[in-house]
């Protein structure tokens, strides 16, 4: 089945400096990857995906990049926020529908 | 739309007790899961439907059972209650697009 690392495990950042989380995957017929967002005691909400027939994608201050030939891909997040600070997961699934999730990267954005 | 809503949020179980956690989503999503979340780890898949009357297994589905009899609802079942199930516990939802809305969570203390 799909296996998906993630590092860092933890990520500490100045306020205003860039972040960037890795993700790498096993099946080569994943074909979707979202990134959530899990803040103390909530439930993860997306923050951005991206398709396998895609390299890059952005959504103002967030963006991910697709390197299916390496099989990774990134989270970039720009001008860092103090509530950026949470606990970010990427994930990977081909044709099942079924994600496979990474375990997660602590970010601390410090003020 | 109220999403995706899980019941209860909090429980205490003792050793050999039974429950079902409750899981019902009005979005019309064909596609449902639970995963469960042990402290400071990722999601890890326990079961998933396409469809009502479809169920299957995914990652961890010794000690669960579920069954799907319409599209909204997507109960998780407990039958005898161990220490090592003690976990936070998401069901999600997803139309074909693949992208996956989380509910609340279920807190399970097994003691």
């Known amino acids: 089945g799909e296996n998906v690392e993630q590092h860092p495990s933890t990520l500490s950042v100045q306020e205003g400096d860039s972040a960037v989380i890795k993700c790498t995957y096993s099946?080569?017929?994943?074909?979707?990857f979202p990134w959530y967002k899990q803040e103390l005691g909530k439930r993860p909400q997306l923050i951005i995906d991206?398709?396998?027939?895609?390299g890059e994608k952005k959504d103002q201050r967030i963006a991910v990049t697709l390197n299916k030939t390496a099989k990774h891909f990134s989270l970039h997040i720009t001008e860092t926020q103090p509530e950026d600070s949470a606990v970010y997961f990427c994930?990977?699934?081909?044709?099942?529908?079924?994600?496979?999730f990474g375990t997660g990267t602590r970010l601390t954005i410090i003020p | 739309n109220a999403g995706v809503t899980q019941t209860p949020k909090f429980r205490i179980l003792k050793i050999g007790q039974s429950m079902t956690l409750q899981c019902t989503q009005d979005?019309?999503?064909?596609?449902m899961y639970w995963y469960r979340q042990d402290p400071g780890m990722g999601l890890k898949l326990i079961y998933y439907?396409?469809?009502?009357?479809?169920?299957d297994k995914g990652e961890v589905p010794n000690g669960y059972n579920v069954s799907r009899s319409t599209t909204e609802d997507f109960p998780l079942r407990l039958e005898l209650a161990a220490p090592s199930q003690t976990s936070v516990y998401f069901c999600?939802?997803?139309?074909?697009?693949?992208?996956?809305?989380f509910g609340p969570g279920t807190r399970l203390l097994v003691l």
């Open positions: 999600a939802s997803s139309p074909v697009s693949e992208t996956q809305y």
């Open positions: 099946d080569s017929a994943s074909n979707y």
């Open positions: 991206i398709r396998s027939n895609v």
């Open positions: 994930a990977a699934s081909s044709f099942s529908k079924k994600l496979t």
């Open positions: 979005m019309n999503h064909n596609y």
């Open positions: 439907s396409v469809g009502a009357g479809i169920t």
